[in-house]
């Protein structure tokens, strides 16, 4: 059931940071502190990249810090996908999904391979490309102590008949873990928020869905005590930052789709180089930030998430792999949570472009 969306206050001092480091656009960036990268693909590779043309890339959610955006970013600004002759133009995302099924955009970021799965199941021509977290990032956060007035969420029992704030659309992994713990997602008012964490501590919603990374992170640097339920703990397991390409290109441009992945993980690589690398790229992305750019919050956002893909990153698999038992426990949370109509795709991902770009766990630079 969804609600109208009420109007809000503005948030306090210590949240304007945070919400900044969603305002994103593209103005002309400076030139990167380093040399010109050196031509790293032959004649021959170079020509079958330039004849794939312009490959638009839309990021999962404006110019975020982290993967799948500030690699990508920062691989254009070092220079990485000219030295492979790959012309990428990259924009903040919108309805990814759909417009790289319509060839409007060749590949794209999505907050998780259920996203890529859900627009499989409607009929999106889409292939899975990369995925870099295998575990849940999205949970479900509410106050320790709730605003007067209001009763607080100790369990998610709590949540019957109570109002739960969301962005876009409403998790699967969140309604698959209500529909773990006993609760019908029929019982919870689910209302679309902005980014704004302070409606949650002005008692406006019960509850708030959010990246772990990112809304928890902003309250409780605002000093709020928090409860969290991540639907990991209920056995909802799934993946974050996924890459997706449109099927059809994928399948005329391999290679090119393959250097697309093969610059964004080395300059992966050399954000995770050194602080003061991830200094650099963060300082890239804030070129395109005209409302400001948070640099302590995004680096805390990173590195947050940096821990969750280290943590869930299979043995022996390669960053970027797609990992089988990622995608099939999405596919089960959104039969769980009733959201798909039929059987998962038989090959939603395709691990060929990543197997192309390494030699056991080296990433190939130049391209072979």
């Given amino acids: 059931m969804l609600l ?11 949240l304007q940071a945070a919400a900044l480091l969603l305002a994103g656009c593209h103005p002309a960036p400076s ?44 691989a254009q600004r070092l220079g990485y996908f000219d030295a492979l002759c790959l012309d990428v133009r990259i924009r903040p995302g919108g309805s990814n999904a759909q417009l790289v ?11 998780d391979a259920a996203s890529a799965l859900l627009a499989m199941d409607r009929g999106a021509n889409l292939t899975g490309i990369a995925t870099y977290g295998n575990i ?61 964490p302070e409606i949650l501590a002005k008692g406006q919603v ?19 005590a928090l409860s969290e339920w991540n639907p990991e703990r209920f056995g909802v397991h799934s993946t974050f930052n996924v890459l997706v390409a449109n099927r059809d290109f994928a399948a005329a441009h391999p290679q090119a789709v393959a250097d697309f992945l093969r610059a964004s993980l080395r300059a992966l690589a050399w954000v995770r180089a050194s602080d003061a690398h991830l200094d650099t ?21 990173w590195r947050y998430e940096e821990q969750m893909i280290a943590a869930s990153q299979p043995a022996g698999s390669v960053p970027g792999e797609n990992v089988p038992a990622g995608w099939q426990a999405d596919a089960r ?24 770009i390494y030699k056991g766990t080296q990433l190939l630079w130049p391209a072979p």
């Fill in 31 to 74: 030139e990167p502190p380093h040399a010109p990268e050196p031509r790293a693909a032959g004649p021959a590779r170079c020509a079958a990249n330039r004849a794939a043309g312009p490959i638009t890339f839309l990021t999962s959610a404006v110019f975020l810090p982290t993967t799948g955006i500030l690699d990508v970013v920062a």
């Fill in 206 to 224: 019960a509850a708030m869905i959010g990246y772990a990374s990112n809304e928890p992170r902003a309250l409780e640097a605002g000093g709020y």
């Fill in 281 to 301: 790229a963060l300082g890239f992305e804030r070129d395109r930030s005209p409302a400001g750019f948070d640099l302590a919050r995004a680096r805390a956002r």
């Fill in 333 to 356: 949370l959104l039969a769980d949570a009733r959201l798909t109509h039929g059987p998962a795709p038989a090959r939603p991902f395709d691990n060929r472009f990543i197997q192309a």
């Fill in 136 to 196: 849940s990032a999205v949970e479900l956060v509410a106050l320790r102590d709730a605003p007067e007035g209001s009763a607080p969420i100790r369990q998610l029992a709590d949540l019957k008949g109570r109002i739960v704030g969301y962005k876009v659309a409403v998790a699967p992994q969140v309604i698959a873990m209500l529909i773990r713990a006993g609760v019908s997602p029929d019982a919870v008012k689910f209302v679309s928020v902005p980014f704004n």
């Fill in 4 to 14: 109208p969306m009420p109007s809000f206050p503005g948030p306090r001092a210590w």
């Fill in 101 to 111: 099924s319509a060839g409007t955009a060749q590949i794209a970021g999505l907050g």
